[in-house]
């Protein structure tokens, strides 16, 4: 019971700070995960609630409850149900396309729910926007309104993936400390999910209007998917060369400072569903 409070309080005091600082987030969330990967769902669960709970008494104090709720809603839930796939099914390929899946049904549901939500989104933009520069970047803000909401769903998915990571790693340390850089090492997708991002990525470029809409915002998911696992792939590949630590760290870092170069990564990850390139390359 002591360590549900502990896990609790650590869940909360980082979902508060992330307010201010949005990538303390991930760590709140791993917390969950970690709970349930180790001890299970009921467990996960009774972690969620109790903090949740606490959200939202705090939320009534400071009169924002429903806000409250929701942030907690969002933050935990998503990473105790991915929790519970990868402790079931032990493989991050499946926990990391059930997050996309969600992320999937949320951009739809959303866009059921606000169907022309380019529009709010375009409004919010140019409110945000400086006053005297708002005319001169209308254009580029009309284009960014269509993907908002996959971008923002992209942002939410990088963040549930990477919790789990985080989680998983902590419990490797605990168990066996190399167990999350095999698993990591060796992630890919089954070529039946690759295939169907293709799919996706061919009707967004190939129809227009909403349908259109729609199947862009889902395919940048589909991005962030192939983009962990074309890293996981490259750092596969880089590993046993000469120099492969640098080799590594330097690969990371480049991504880092030029995001174009994650469109070859997702590519690369893509490729590897059918032709296996740790494989064909003899590296393990």
């Known amino acids: 019971m002591r360590g549900r409070w502990q896990a609790s309080g650590i869940a909360i005091g980082l979902a508060f700070l992330s307010l ?16 349930t990967l180790r001890l299970g769902a009921y467990e996960g669960l009774t972690v969620f609630g109790i903090s949740l709970a606490t959200l939202g008494t705090l939320g009534v104090v400071s009169g924002n409850v429903e806000f409250a709720l929701l942030y907690g809603v969002v933050l935990w ?10 402790r079931a099914g032990r493989q991050l390929a499946l926990a990391i396309e059930s997050a996309v899946l ?5 951009i739809v549901s959303f866009s059921l729910l606000k169907p022309n939500s380019s529009e709010m989104w375009k409004n919010l933009l140019m409110q945000m926007s400086p006053p005297n520069a708002a005319l001169d970047v209308q254009p580029q803000i009309e284009i960014l ?31 066996n400390p190399d167990g999350f850089r095999t698993e990591y090492l060796g992630l890919s997708t089954s070529k039946r999910f690759a295939l169907g991002s293709l799919s996706l990525i061919a009707i967004a470029a190939l129809s227009s209007g909403g349908i259109a809409e729609l199947a862009t915002n889902l395919s940048i998911l589909v991005v962030v998917l192939y983009v962990f696992v074309g890293t996981s792939v490259c750092h596969s590949l880089l590993t046993p060369l000469n120099q492969g630590r640098y080799l ?19 590519t690369i990850g893509v490729v590897d569903a059918w032709f296996n390139l740790r494989h064909k390359l003899k590296i393990k």
Not at 146 to 174: N, S, V
Not at 253 to 262: G, K, M, R
Request: proline share 6%; no cysteine.
């Open 20 to 35: 201010f600082m949005p990538p303390i987030s991930i760590v709140s969330s791993a917390a969950v995960a970690l709970v």
């Open 77 to 86: 839930l998503p990473i105790w149900v991915l929790a519970i796939l990868l």
């Open 102 to 106: 969600l992320g999937g049904a949320g």
């Open 145 to 175: 309104a269509q993907y908002m909401t996959g971008i923002i769903a992209a942002g939410t998915i990088f963040g549930w993936i990477f919790a789990l990571f985080l989680a998983r790693w902590w419990q490797a340390q605990l168990y």
């Open 248 to 266: 590594v760290i330097g690969f990371y870092v480049t991504v880092f400072l030029i995001p174009h170069l994650l469109i070859p990564v997702a």
